[in-house]
């Protein structure tokens, strides 16, 4: 599935629009090997300052429904409390290391409701990432999910079993800027294994 550039062109367009990065975006230190992109969290959670600048909420959630819809996914799935829906923003150089997110609350906005898990720890949700790049770089910038480099096209979705499969990207190249629309969920790790996304016995 290739996202209708009518619907992804009003963000992109935002991000693009360089007052509006340097107003909302914040420098993203962790994961990155090399340049650290700029972020823009919880764009799920409607904010009056980004009201106010333009940003398109009503495009981004009927990019989620369009992108839930395609993974067969309820359309009122658990939003991830961590990073929640996210923008990176990032240019030639950057790349990201191998990692894996977090399943639980791990360093959501909300102190008090930080837990302590260990590392890779998988309970009753999977940490599921709905990934499309509304802007890709002349070369570069393509996810690695367990070792495996994903050749995808621009506004081509990817889904990213974040909580249990190790990712990273390839190093982003040329001066067209890498756009990476990211849209988090808790998903019961029950549906995750049904759909044979992941292999509880064998990954864990
Ligand atoms: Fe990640």
Redesign the pocket.
């Given at each position: 599935m290739i996202l209708d550039t009518e619907l992804t062109n009003p963000l992109l367009q935002w991000v693009l629009h360089k007052e509006n990065r340097d107003k909302f975006g914040n420098i993203m230190p962790n994961?990155h090997t090399q340049g650290s992109p700029l972020g823009f969290r919880y764009l799920h959670n409607p904010s009056p300052d980004l009201l106010a600048s333009g940003f398109p909420y009503s495009e981004v959630r009927d990019i989620a429904d369009t992108m839930l819809e395609h993974y067969d996914l309820y359309l009122d799935s658990e939003i991830e409390p961590n990073y929640g829906y996210l923008i990176s923003y990032s240019e030639e150089g950057h790349e990201?290391h191998p990692?894996?997110?977090a399943n639980y609350y791990g360093d959501g906005p909300d102190p008090t409701q930080r837990e302590y898990k260990p590392k890779y720890w998988i309970g009753d949700v999977l940490?599921c990432?709905l990934n499309v790049l509304i802007s890709k770089p002349e070369k570069g910038g393509n996810p690695i999910i367990n070792k495996l480099e994903h050749g995808i096209q621009e506004n081509e979705p990817w889904l990213?079993i974040?909580g249990a499969h190790t990712?990273s990207t390839t190093k982003v190249e040329g001066s067209k800027p890498r756009i990476l629309l990211?849209l988090g969920y808790f998903i019961p790790t029950a549906i995750v294994e049904a759909k044979g996304w992941f292999v509880r016995d064998t990954e864990r």
């Open positions: 994961h990201v990692h894996r997110d940490h990432r990213c974040s990712h990211s």
